[in-house]
């Protein structure tokens, strides 16, 4: 059987899987007796087996199914949860997710087969082996055996719908068959072989019931046989050589059919039977494939709950979308500047049209934005794990605490924070928190604590990495930066501990003196800085010497379309955008002063830098000589800045468009383009770049 084309499935779903152990095993190290945890952790490993052998991946089947032995072992109170079991499941897990990226760049989980884990797991399962079974009461047994036998199909009760089924077959002349299906007791695989049977007894006909339900038969809660009833026009043997086919089943038994059974179950219970009967179209062990109706359609059923109201969908076709979207919005802008145009069309109620066009794109566009948006917790989730390997790693006690994790970013955004969040993580716990030791002698709690906060704020999303540890040191900053060349001494006497601190944003500038596997490597920071910048974000810094430090990130919340104030430099049009703007002034030109040469404006009573955009983008102004400036004040941080501008066109809806690669841009000035309602283009000026 073909299963390439369900990779994708694969993939996605094994990432669910392993993110659930991550998380259950978290749980299970702080609370070893949790038998929810155990239980889930168990439910995990045993789909993941069941996956991973189906699509023929070996290695990965072999140690998940040596993880599902464990926590079997657990489970019957034979192993006990301690410290190295926990470390060892972490390897476990650590090998997966190797397995896993291999899978994914190459389709192939590589060769390495992870011995000395083996070795270490079955050490645990030859400990429980010896240990002594723990004592059961006999009306425990007694019911355990009654809920896992599985018994013939043929001495089933049958509902009423089932029985019409039965009885219209045998009058069309079709063969009605009881068939019970042996596994091989040394099956690993049950509930995969069960679908193969069901599929090969699919091309011969109809499978009308099967015992135990077909949803216990995918969760693998039954021994080593299950019961089919089968409506085919082939013979027995023909039906008995196509299951036997199938690899792993010892035998199979069947008696055909030949009179119609009576029906022994009320309406209700033949309603939730007939739930249960349909042939797996997807199980936790197996590809999912569309099943044919078992049994005459049964009427709807109402105020039944909703199970499940999401739906995966690929993020090219959102990205179809989204174009789709914005062409719509240029056609309605083109539409707006046509009215604006001309008198005749206005006056004829085409103002009316444009404004409902305007209501529907953005309602669209607003529609699509919430299908793109993802919370940030499928970024922070695998945070908690990472912090405890450094923990051990570094020999520090550290805590962890998220908020927020349900703030919403576009998927695009979530795609690449990943590891810019990761990074700033990992240096709060290498550079930020200090050892035990320290902390003591600072009358600090022994545990340090790393916090990572998330919340909205406008039409942007602020991501916040605290740790209460040594902060940074900005004279050993000054002096490292000396010392490698960065800055002159006479510019570091002038420079702000906040300009001291933005070198540590520069590339290849690192104060670590011996380089570890967790930082130090100068390739820090700067990496983290382009990373955000790129995203049309910012980051900045605040710290106090033995207290902590605390990184802040700001985001917007989509890259695709965005709300922008539209200006006119010399007889060129640019996009701000809004989010970037505090105010608008007019500015008297006897206003304008000057510090180190540079000019500012004195605003209510704060200093803010003058730049003239027609002298950066080497654009000639409208007037040599006039009297006040229009002034664009916009802010990145606590840093502010005036764009002189020549003329305000208003605010619009405009559509990023990249620049391409044909198109040198050395110069970060500039963010992107957009198309106007005329079909001239206008590029996007980057706010963050100016402050």
């Known amino acids: 059987m073909d299963v390439s084309q369900y990779l994708e499935i694969f993939i996605d779903e094994t990432k669910e899987h392993l993110q659930t152990l991550s998380d259950q095993l978290m749980i299970l190290e702080q609370e070893p007796e949790n038998s929810d945890t155990i239980n889930e952790i168990f439910r995990a490993a045993h789909s993941l087996k069941g996956m991973a052998g189906t699509m023929g991946y070996k290695r990965m089947q072999h140690l998940t199914h040596m993880m599902e ?12 949860v301690n410290a190295d079991l926990v470390d060892i499941l972490f390897a476990c897990l650590d090998a997966l997710e190797a397995y896993l990226e291999a899978i994914c760049e190459a389709s192939d989980e590589g060769t390495e087969d992870n011995e000395p884990i083996i070795v270490r797991l079955n050490g645990f399962l030859e400990a429980g082996s010896k240990a002594p079974a723990p004592v059961v009461k006999k009306e425990e047994v007694k019911k355990e055996e009654v ?13 009423d719908f089932e029985v019409n ?30 679908f193969l049977v069901f599929k090969a007894v699919e091309e011969l006909g109809e499978i009308i019931k099967s015992n135990p339900p077909a949803q216990d038969i995918e969760d693998e809660n039954f021994e080593f046989q299950f019961g089919l009833y089968i409506i085919s026009s082939e013979s027995l043997d023909k039906v008995k050589k196509a299951i036997e086919n199938v690899s792993e089943i010892r035998g199979v038994d069947g008696i055909q059919i030949t009179e119609v059974p009576k029906g022994s179950q009320s309406e209700d219970e033949a309603d939730v039977e007939e739930k249960k009967q349909t042939t797996p179209a997807k199980t936790s062990d197996v590809p999912a494939k569309a099943s044919k109706d078992a049994a005459p359609a049964k009427p709807v059923i109402k105020n039944k709950p909703v199970v499940n109201r999401s739906v995966r969908v690929d993020i090219d076709k959102l990205d179809v979308l989204m174009n789709l979207v914005s062409e719509l919005i240029i056609a309605k802008n083109g539409l707006v500047s046509v009215s604006a145009a001309d008198e005749t069309i206005a006056s004829n109620g085409f103002n009316e049209q444009i404004e409902y066009l305007e209501r529907v794109t953005t309602n669209l566009h607003e529609s699509v934005m919430k299908v793109r948006m993802m919370p940030i917790e499928t970024v922070t989730q695998k945070f908690p794990k990472m912090m405890r390997d450094l923990s051990k790693k570094l020999d520090k006690k550290m805590r962890l605490t998220m908020t927020g994790e349900e703030t ?24 930020g928190l200090e050892s035990a030791e320290v902390r003591a002698a600072r009358g600090k709690d022994p545990v340090g604590d790393i916090r990572l906060n998330a919340y909205q704020d406008g039409n942007n999303v602020v991501i916040e990495v605290i740790d209460d540890g040594n902060g940074i040191d900005v004279e050993k900053v000054r002096d490292s930066a000396i010392n490698k060349g960065t800055i002159t001494e006479e510019q570091a006497e002038t420079m702000s501990d906040k300009d001291i601190i933005d070198l540590l944003f520069k590339p290849s500038f690192s104060t670590t003196k011996q380089v570890t596997d967790v930082s130090g490597r100068g390739v820090g920071l700067d990496v983290v800085k382009t990373k955000i910048e790129s995203l049309g974000g910012d980051i900045e810094v605040k710290t106090k010497l033995t207290e902590g430090s605390t990184f802040i990130i700001r985001l917007p919340l989509t890259l695709a379309i965005i709300q922008a104030l539209m200006v006119e430099v010399g007889e060129e049009k640019y996009a701000i955008s809004l989010g970037s703007i505090q105010t608008i002034e007019d500015v008297l030109e006897s206003d304008i002063k000057y510090v180190q040469q540079k000019e500012v404006i004195n605003l209510r009573g704060t200093v803010i830098p003058i730049i003239r955009l027609n002298e950066i983008l080497d654009v000639p102004p409208y007037e040599d000589d006039i009297e006040s400036l229009t002034v664009v004040i916009i802010k990145k941080g606590e840093r502010q800045a005036g764009l002189v501008v020549d003329r305000l066109i208003g605010q619009q809806e405009i559509v990023i468009k990249s620049l391409g690669k044909y198109i040198s841009n050395n110069s970060k000035l500039i963010s992107g383009a957009t198309i106007l309602g005329d079909g001239e283009v206008a590029l996007i000026i980057d706010a963050n770049t100016l402050v």
């Open 408 to 431: 919403e970013l576009d998927r695009t955004v979530i795609d690449e924070i990943g590891d810019p969040l990761m990074h700033l993580l990992r240096n709060s716990a290498d550079h």
């Open 147 to 159: 809920k896992t036998d599985a018994a013939p199909a043929m001495q089933l009760p049958l509902a």
């Open 165 to 194: 089924a039965i009885a219209e077959a045998i009058k069309q002349g079709l063969n009605v068959y009881s068939v019970t299906v042996h596994v091989d007791e040394n099956c690993i695989l049950k509930a995969a072989r069960a």
């Open 69 to 80: 032995n464990v926590f079997s072992e657990i489970r019957n109170g034979k192993v006990a």
